[in-house]
């Protein structure tokens, strides 16, 4: 052997590696005490590394084999290289499988074993050359339910997201684990259990149809992906659906069977742009769902993935800053690209945090959202903002700030009332501040919103429609609301000069925007050829790197005073 790497060093490199393997792979001491499993590992057997290691390969025995069976393979591995052979083990939900195993033990210098290493396969998967005319092993499909399995369900959830992708449409994720399932299996038998899992994988699929995929992932676990739904409220309901084929109960061996379920949810390009993420999100939200009574689905969102201690210090953390007045705005310019003016700028909160330096929005807004500590934040950034724009307005510069309203701000009684008294207390006109609110806050109660709207407009302020194009963006509504702007989500300019159907969405979104008598800001520009596209429609305002970052306000000022690069600037986010 020409390598000299101590085994443990060379196994702790490959740690990383052995855990994007598909074969399970465990590694035991002389005691067959489990010391390391990889990912793949648990996922075959459904148990979790920190419930593996220090139990022996025991744990997922199947009462299939006989004493001698396990006597001859260890006395085997006493007096040979290695074990190797076919065996039935059985998973944490009770179910029995069958794996290949290869089983290499390791020795010191003197010959002694120190240690185990197994490697599994599900057979199907194994090195056994087809014949021609030989189809493959039919272990794309689960035998127990003949729905597809895992591998195959993330293969095709590729392709679907990739036609959702070119045709800019949705895709859900519904992560499902029936509840109790267990006790199913302990009171009644495997038998019963695997008839009850039949039963309710074909009532799934035939309600989840030809068109949409249905996989069973493990014991009871199912996930299933929905493409084209127009968003979260269609998946919820569907989820629902399925939810209410199960108040009925199943009947196995004239026993009558409850069966509840959790069901996590995802959206694609939302919840994340690729199979692993949104199946891991739907995960998350499920586990959730488990962990909160009375709930029996969810929709993901991105405070999931931060464990509840984290979200307890998060919150006690920015309630204190509240307090410490700790939130404060950072302004990007908004350029007129032709006259190459500054029209005004954006404000964008940070939070300046003692110990972490200046805390980006996407740390914390999710979360405040949730608990509607973004109110008390979101004034203290309009207070800061408007006094800010207040003094340069004194200095000559006459701009058009925007402040982002969250949605619970925007559904608060008194949100005009609060806006009119900052503008009194800093003395900004109100028609030097514009406000940014998402379609999302709007549609919920569109009588309550169009009259918020009215009153904002009453004083005179400006209203623009943030991230448009991502959520709802019906015409229909955007005539119902009285608003002046739109500003075209960065997603679709960031691919804007590389996909044809982005930059004719923009185009779109320009005229259609036009005919209303609105204006269009191109939101996220950073490259000339960006530029000079949205340039070429027609667009008169224009934020993005290309031009210049967020910035504190002095800087800002000073960018002010400098104006706008020349003509032929590179960009100023390199
Ligand atoms: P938004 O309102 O859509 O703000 C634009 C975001 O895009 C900002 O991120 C900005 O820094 C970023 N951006 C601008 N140009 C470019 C570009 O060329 N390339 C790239 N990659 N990014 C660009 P930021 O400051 O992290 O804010 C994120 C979001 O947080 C905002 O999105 C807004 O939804 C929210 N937010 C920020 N400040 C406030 C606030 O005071 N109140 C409320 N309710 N939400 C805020
Ligand atoms: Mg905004
Ligand atoms: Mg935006």
Request: glycine share 8%.
């Amino acid at each position: 052997m020409a390598s000299r790497i101590p085994f443990e060093q060379l196994i702790s490199s490959m740690m990383a590696v052995f855990d994007h393997l598909s074969e399970g792979i465990i590694i035991t001491d002389t005691e067959s005490v489990i010391q390391y499993v990889n990912q793949a590992y648990c996922e075959i057997t459904g148990y979790s590394s920190e419930e593996l290691i220090g139990q022996t390969p025991r744990i997922v025995r199947s009462d299939h084999h006989s004493p001698e069976f396990y006597q001859a393979m260890l006395e085997t591995l006493r007096t040979e290289q290695g074990w190797e052979g076919q065996i039935w083990n059985r998973r944490k939900n009770g179910e029995a499988f069958l794996q290949n195993l290869k089983i290499a033990a390791r020795r010191d210098e003197a010959g002694e074993v120190v240690q185990y290493i197994g490697i599994y396969q599900l057979p199907g998967a194994m090195d056994k050359e087809l014949e021609p005319g030989e189809s493959a092993p039919a272990f794309d499909y689960d035998p127990l339910t003949g729905l597809p399995v895992r591998t195959v369900f993330m293969d095709r959830l590729f392709q679907v997201l990739v036609n959702a992708f070119s045709a800019n449409t949705r895709v859900a994720i519904l992560y499902i684990d029936l509840d109790r399932f267990n006790h199913i299996n302990e009171n009644l038998g495997y038998m019963v259990g695997d008839a009850i899992l039949k039963q309710v994988a074909d009532m799934f699929s035939k309600r989840v149809g030809k068109r949409d995929i249905i996989s069973r992932f493990s014991g009871d676990e199912f996930v299933v992906s929905l493409s084209q739904i127009d968003g979260p409220a269609q998946a919820d309901a569907f989820a629902k659906e399925l939810l209410a084929l199960l108040e009925e109960p199943l009947v196995e061996e004239e026993q009558y069977i409850h069966l509840g379920a959790s069901i996590g949810i995802s959206i694609f390009p939302d919840d994340g742009d690729n199979a692993e993420e949104l199946v891991r999100n739907a995960q998350t939200a499920m586990r959730r769902v488990k962990d909160t009574d009375g709930v029996q689905s969810l929709m993901f969102n991105a405070d999931m993935n931060r464990n509840l201690s984290d979200m307890l210090t998060l919150e006690n953390d920015i309630r204190w800053a509240i307090r410490q007045e700790e939130f404060e705005p950072f302004f990007q310019p908004k350029v007129d690209p032709f006259s190459r003016t500054i029209t005004g700028m954006e404000s964008l909160v940070r939070w300046n945090h003692p110990e972490e330096g200046m805390v980006p929005p996407g740390r914390f807004i999710g979360m405040t959202e949730e608990n509607g500590l973004i109110v008390p934040i979101g004034y203290q950034v309009l207070r800061a903002s408007c006094r800010h724009n207040k003094e340069w307005l004194d200095k000559g510069y006459d701009l058009a700030m925007a402040v982002n309203i969250a949605a619970a701000q925007f559904a608060q009684e008194d949100l005009v009332e609060r806006i009119a008294d900052i503008l009194d207390e800093t003395g900004l006109p109100a028609r030097n501040l514009e406000l940014e609110i998402t379609e999302g806050a709007m549609i919920g109660d569109t009588a309550m919103a169009v009259e918020r709207l009215n009153g904002l407009k009453e004083l005179g302020i400006q209203i623009a429609l943030d991230d448009f194009g991502t959520g709802y963006s019906s015409l229909s509504y955007l005539k119902k609301f009285p608003i002046d702007k739109l500003k075209i989500d960065q997603s679709f300019i960031r691919n804007m000069h590389e996909d044809e159907a982005d930059s004719s969405l923009v185009y779109a979104i320009i005229m259609m925007g036009r005919t209303l008598g609105l204006k269009s800001v191109a939101e996220g520009v950073e490259l000339k050829e960006q530029l000079d596209i949205v340039m070429k429609y027609g667009c008169r305002e224009i934020q993005g790197f290309y031009f210049a970052k967020p910035m504190p306000a002095e800087e800002f000022e000073a960018f002010l005073e400098k104006g706008v690069p020349e003509a032929d600037a590179e960009g100023t986010s390199a």
